[in-house]
């Protein structure tokens, strides 16, 4: 190895008493090298610390296979293949699928009929709601809990995605000067995990934790983890008791085109896109994207004559829509692959989102900060690196506040249309 330390030459100046040196020989004489060190030594160094043991131990093997060229190709069929075997694996933990490698939603555990649910006028506060802000199931619940004005009557805890795949409850701080929402601590048992929340009902349990969770302070017992029952809920369950009674999401006129909007929605777009991003085969994704998209083409045809999806009223059905809209084109277009077209591209169905991001408490639901590291930091068999791509400008949030030309603003608390001349 060459020396990278550098050399320490000193001048030689003649003696005073030789006077009869001369010039050519004090010329010559002008540098040497000092005796205390050659130019084959290194001037001491302060001693760096070792190598980690794991670290030293890859950088030994990746010597000893590649060398210094590229790897040769048994090698990388040999990581393919390991590869795909254990990126399957771990996707059949993360998202189960039917033979055919499509992936296939585990049905909730805890589904009630939360009509009988009697809320107390003396203690309204006796449910409590847990959610997670990445998730468009629970974003379902924190919507029509926040148009209802059901804010104190049903206090939240909003756990984070952790690495292992927990929910976990920790504090973060905003970053925006917003009022959006933010991970919290477990407001209502003090636990770190969600996981321990399911463990404190009777009986225990020890399946599947996710969110929204409908949860009984008073008896300490799992209500529901069906999201769907949970805004049936939230939308009528209290009038009368909390929140605002003029608005119905769910009008008895329209529950019959409510249930046929889901009844296309939920498995094309809402459980669509997953089927995209979870598909463990071509034919699985193949099948999955084309019915995404020709659902979003015959929605995109009907909101060009149509505010909402039931005509003028906002429903249930539109919020189930809205929280897959609003994730589309910062994570499922790029993340889940469902790349034919992203939601800016469609003209009726982006106004359309824009009109209800406007609605007064909806964008504040919206943490897209928090959405992206639910998807990009998390869903480790997607994304390795755990790098999270910045906000695309069309989907930040002054972009979405642009007017959106689909009618007059609408007043939530009275649920009637301010018409503006």
Not at 28 to 40: A, E
Not at 171 to 193: I, W, Y
Not at 282 to 302: G, I
């Amino acid at each position: 190895m060459a020396a990278t330390a550098t050399s320490f030459l000193h001048p030689t100046f003649p003696s005073p008493g030789n006077k009869r040196t001369t010039r050519a020989n004090t010329k010559s004489k002008i540098f040497h090298v000092s005796p205390r060190m050659s130019l084959q030594q290194q001037p001491p160094q302060p001693p760096s610390p070792p190598p980690a043991p794991i670290t030293d131990l890859l950088t030994t093997i990746t010597g000893f296979l590649w060398g210094k060229t590229l790897p040769p190709q048994l090698l990388i069929s040999t990581v393919r293949t390991t590869w795909n075997t254990t990126w399957q694996l771990m996707m059949k933990q993360l998202a189960p699928s039917d033979p055919s490698g499509s992936y296939t939603r585990p049905a909730s555990q805890f589904r009630a009929n939360l009509q009988s649910v009697q809320v107390s006028r003396q203690n309204p506060s006796a449910l409590h709601l847990y959610v997670g802000l990445s998730c468009p199931w629970a974003h379902r619940t924190l919507i029509v809990r926040a148009l209802k004005g059901l804010e104190e009557a049903v206090p939240v805890s909003i756990a984070s995605p952790g690495k292992d795949g927990l929910w976990e409850f920790r504090q973060v701080s905003s970053s925006s000067n917003r009022d959006e929402l933010m991970p919290s601590l477990d407001n209502a048992n003090g636990c770190k995990t969600l996981k321990e929340v399911y463990g404190l009902r009777r009986g225990g349990y020890s399946g599947r934790s996710s969110v929204p969770l409908l949860w009984d302070v008073e008896k300490r017992e799992v209500i529901c983890n069906e999201s769907s029952d949970i805004i049936e809920f939230f939308n009528s369950g209290f009038d009368g008791v909390a929140g605002s009674s003029s608005l119905d999401l769910s009008p008895p006129s329209l529950k019959g085109q409510i249930k046929e909007w889901n009844r296309i929605i939920y498995p094309n777009v809402n459980n669509g896109v997953y089927r995209c991003g979870f598909a463990q085969s071509q034919e699985a994704y193949d099948v999955a994207v084309n019915d995404l998209f020709s659902t979003l083409d015959m929605l995109d045809d009907h909101l060009a004559n149509s505010r909402y999806l039931c005509g003028d009223v906002l429903t249930l059905a539109d919020v189930c829509l809205f929280t897959t809209l609003i994730r589309f084109d910062i994570v499922y277009n790029v993340l889940f692959k469902c790349t034919k077209k992203k939601l800016l591209e469609y003209n009726n169905l982006h106004g359309y989102l824009r009109d209800i991001y406007q609605i007064p408490k909806v964008a504040s639901t919206c943490n897209l900060e928090a959405i992206m590291d639910g998807y990009f930091k998390v869903l480790f068999p997607l994304n390795p690196g755990g790098i999270r791509p910045v906000v695309p400008t069309c989907c930040e949030h002054e972009v979405l506040s642009k007017p959106h030309n689909r009618g007059s603003p609408i007043s939530i608390g009275t649920y009637t249309e301010i018409h503006v001349s």
